[in-house]
């Protein structure tokens, strides 16, 4: 199984000030069709989660433009520009290369 | 609106069943992907099983292979997990979601699961 591993586990940041999140694999990503089936997603207190970003970098629709996903082959980052009070909850990056699994998540909160 | 509305869940005692269902709107039930990912009270998210547009390919989490299936009535654009042999870990609040760009791109509100005696 291909083990998902974020860093760190709990982010207090300002208002305003970026904040990234990091995702390693265990096994490189890269699918045998040449794409790197690597995804985020963001879930509020209570909410179902919600998708940001798939295949690495590419933003979901209705995403702000604050949001940006980076890496290649088994290291990943997400990355917040300008946190934004809406923006509290959990992380989570997940593959589907190869089945699918989660990484542990991560919680953003403000400080 | 593309909606997915589960339902089903509620406490079970150990070894016991119970049937989830995911109703489906909004877009071509019949073109997508279905996936049923778990989260366990104060856990991270877990997926558990998923089923191909037409019903002819389904996969499932180690933990509950031959004791969960998943299933599909594209004509009533639903979703199904039977669960079997029900154990205490199996206890989550457990999602439908659609899969599209290889991810999961639209979620339910999520029905609770409660395995205890």
């Known amino acids: 199984d291909v083990v998902m591993t974020q860093t760190p586990l709990s982010s207090p940041v300002t208002l305003g000030q970026p904040a990234s999140i990091s995702c390693r694999s265990s096994?490189?990503?890269?699918?045998?069709?040449?794409?790197?089936?690597l995804s985020w997603l963001h879930q509020r207190p209570g909410q179902p989660p919600r998708l940001l970003i798939y295949k690495a970098f590419n933003r979901f629709s209705g995403v702000p433009d604050r949001f940006s996903g980076s890496g290649a082959g088994t290291d990943f980052t997400l990355r917040i520009s300008r946190v934004e009070a809406e923006d509290v909850g959990v992380y989570y990056c997940m593959q589907t290369t190869q089945s699918k699994t989660f990484g542990q998540g991560t919680k953003l909160e403000i400080k | 609106e593309v909606q997915l509305v589960e339902s089903g869940g509620g406490l079970v005692q150990p070894g016991g069943s119970l049937r989830l269902s995911c109703a489906a709107s909004g877009f071509s039930f019949s073109s997508y992907w279905m996936t049923w990912v778990r989260q366990a009270p104060g856990k991270g998210l877990e997926w558990v099983a998923n089923i191909k547009y037409d019903g002819s390919d389904e996969s499932y989490m180690d933990s509950v292979k031959g004791r969960f299936t998943i299933s599909r009535v594209n004509a009533k654009n639903s979703l199904f997990l039977q669960m079997n042999s029900l154990r205490a870990e199996d206890t989550a609040v457990y999602y439908c979601a659609r899969e599209d760009l290889k991810s999961f791109d639209m979620w339910g509100q999520g029905t609770t699961v409660t395995v205890s005696s």
């Open positions: 096994q490189s990503l890269v699918h045998r069709d040449g794409n790197t089936y």
